[in-house]
């Protein structure tokens, strides 16, 4: 058994003998065709919608939303089929590939080129969005929540607008995927931080595989009508990061379909919850920062029993991935202190990164964490309040040291591919 990590990963080299292993089914779904066959499929096929070059007929414009470098969507088996029948439709119509970086950082140039080829770079239009800029955004409405709708003008000004993206669970929006290409995906922060309130962190609903009553993705759902989100490329991957189903066509029906077909291969329950819970965040790119990796510790979260001991193994050599969510926690009081201030904050004045931290103090106040990464997160990490280890061996030692010997232990082998049932 391998604990996903970076590129290789980290083998349990220990007994098995009464530990719980829980794995997403996933690796159960085989593709019978290939990767580019699955997609043009879905695009032959799209669920609720003309296909996509009858979408084109007569438009002038298009802006196809494209996943950033934090996102392992395997855009090389997506894009290609886009362009070729957005041009089928209309061939002279003129298409700006627009990067949804949400509230990340700007996706580099060679970012750009692993994820699309050389070729699509060099001969499409390709523009990288920036919350942080008021010039480069407009707003166009009001969502239920009552926050601002403020989206990017290569969104808000096109004919017709289009998403690729790949669905796999979410630890606060429920699934990934289809309206999340909009929002968060190419939103103002005015409208990111709405969004993503604590009193909305808060909700019971908000969590994995959850997608009623979640508050967040019902004005996710509602950014992506305003905005006009007229077709999506939605993909399932297998843990090897290959297309193993696609779905295509209406943004909300395309996309609750694959979500259905995904619970199904990831849901998994726990016989008894962990004293001790091993867990990841998928393995590159997902585990390259401390901020992507609270999604795979929200999985030992949902397996453990109280007072349990988490430990994630996430690489985290690209930083914390965020100075807010940084800050927060090295310059706090403690994160009972942080938690008590963070649901007392007005959705108007929501802090970056806040929900980020938010979820990670609601875990650290209720659990022991330990990390398990690069020697270079380790000063970090422990700025954070959270214990770092160089690596499984050393963590499981002292895990077991404060849990005892016969801790009953749950392993994740990959935290962000399952949706654990409490």
Known sequence: MQIAYGTSGI???????????LESGIGELKATKSEDELVLEAMAKPID????????????TCTIIISDHTRPVPSKHIIPFMLAELRQGSPDIDITL???TGFHRPTSKDELIQKLGEKIVAE?????HDSQDPASNVEIGVLPSGARLVIDKVAAETELL?????????????????????????????????????????SDCARTGVLEGNPLHIDMVDAARQAKLAYIVNVIIDEDKKVVAAFAGNYVKAHETGCAFLKGYCRVKPQKRGDV???????????????QSVKGLTAAESAAAPGAV?????????????????????????????????LKIPMEQTNPDQWEYQILVRMMCKHHIIFVSDPSARQFV?????????DLETALDRAYALKGKDAHTVVIPNGISVIVEE
């Open 124 to 128: 499409e239009k390709i523009v990288i």
């Open 98 to 100: 627009l990067v949804a």
């Open 310 to 342: 988490l430990i994630i193994c996430s690489r985290c050599n690209d930083g914390t991935g965020g100075e807010g969510f940084y800050r927060a926690l090295k310059d706090c009081e403690s994160p009972e202190k942080l938690q008590e201030e963070t």
């Open 49 to 60: 919608s003309p296909k996509l070059s009858e979408l084109a007929k007569g438009k002038k």
């Open 382 to 390: 422990e700025d954070m309040k959270l214990e770092y280890a160089p």
């Open 277 to 291: 819970v091993i867990t990841s965040n998928g393995g590159a790119p997902l585990d390259q920062n401390m901020y």
């Open 162 to 202: 289009v998403s690729e993206g790949f669905i796999e669970p979410h630890f606060f929006a429920g699934f990934s995927g289809g309206r999340k290409s909009v929002l968060p995906g190419v939103c103002d922060q005015v409208t990111v931080l709405g969004n993503h309130c604590a009193k909305f962190i808060a």
């Open 11 to 21: 083998p349990w080299v220990r007994s098995l003998e009464g530990v719980e292993v």
